[in-house]
């Protein structure tokens, strides 16, 4: 069965720092699409950057960029130069590669990034 | 850019009722999904459909049938409510699998209190 951890319950960090926040997932498909979406206060949830499994190339997005590391099964999502709407709920997802699935969601990571 | 609707935004519930959250989307999209969201649980999945007049079951179906009578409309139905129910739910739907169909678009979520 499909599962996705989200260990940081919440980070903090000053604005234009670098952070990075993660995630580790387990899966027994040899395919798998790997996301993180933001969700901001109002609660509107907005997907960020994707991570296909085949690829070796980390994805990058504006400043958002992911560590992809397959032999651990970890997906970290690093934003560079914070800015104070940064600050949200981080959530990592994973879908299966098998036809017709769904993706599963980790629990979150709150954000905030101080002035 | 892909919309969901879902209605209603809030509702208060009586224990033992029934309840019906719709979500519609018009992006022609395939997937759609109903997650809840509890404090410290992240999003979890309720149930999901891949095309019209069928749904599968999430990770926590338990008490929650759902609907998909056409492409567009996708609804979740809680026969017998419970206080346990209480939660955010929140519709997605994504318009297929591989590269950028993979993107989920969300709802901005039913607030549903079950006293």
């Known amino acids: 069965a499909q599962k996705v951890t989200q260990t940081q319950t919440s980070i903090s960090v000053m604005e234009k720092t670098t952070v990075t926040m993660d995630c580790v997932y387990e899966t027994q498909d040899s395919s798998y699409f790997l996301f993180w979406y933001k969700q901001t206060a109002s609660g509107e949830i907005v997907f960020l950057i994707r991570q296909d499994s085949y690829k070796k190339e980390n994805a990058t997005v504006g400043h958002y960029s992911l560590n992809f590391q397959k032999p651990k099964s970890s997906i970290g999502l690093i934003i560079t130069a914070t800015q104070i709407e940064d600050s949200a709920v981080y959530f990592c997802?994973?879908?299966?590669?098998?036809?017709?699935?769904?993706?599963?969601f980790g629990a979150g990571t709150k954000l905030t990034v101080k002035p | 850019e892909a919309a969901v609707t879902q209605s209603p935004r809030s509702k208060v519930a009586v224990t033992g009722g029934k309840v019906t959250l719709s979500c519609h989307q018009t992006?022609?999209?395939?997937?759609m999904y109903w997650y809840r969201q509890d404090t410290g649980h992240g999003l979890r999945l309720i149930h999901y459909?891949?095309?019209?007049?069928?749904?599968e079951k999430g990770d926590i179906p338990d008490g929650y049938k759902a609907s998909r009578p056409s492409q567009e409309n996708f609804s979740l139905i809680l026969e017998l409510a419970s206080l346990s129910q209480t939660a955010v739910y929140f519709c997605?739907?994504?318009?297929?699998?591989?590269?950028?169909?993979?993107?989920?678009?969300f709802g901005s979520g039913t607030r549903l209190t079950v006293l």
């Open positions: 459909s891949y095309v019209a007049d069928s749904t």
């Open positions: 997605a739907s994504s318009s297929g699998t591989g590269g950028s169909a993979e993107t989920l678009y």
């Open positions: 997802a994973m879908r299966e590669g098998s036809n017709n699935n769904a993706p599963r």
């Open positions: 992006n022609n999209h395939d997937y």
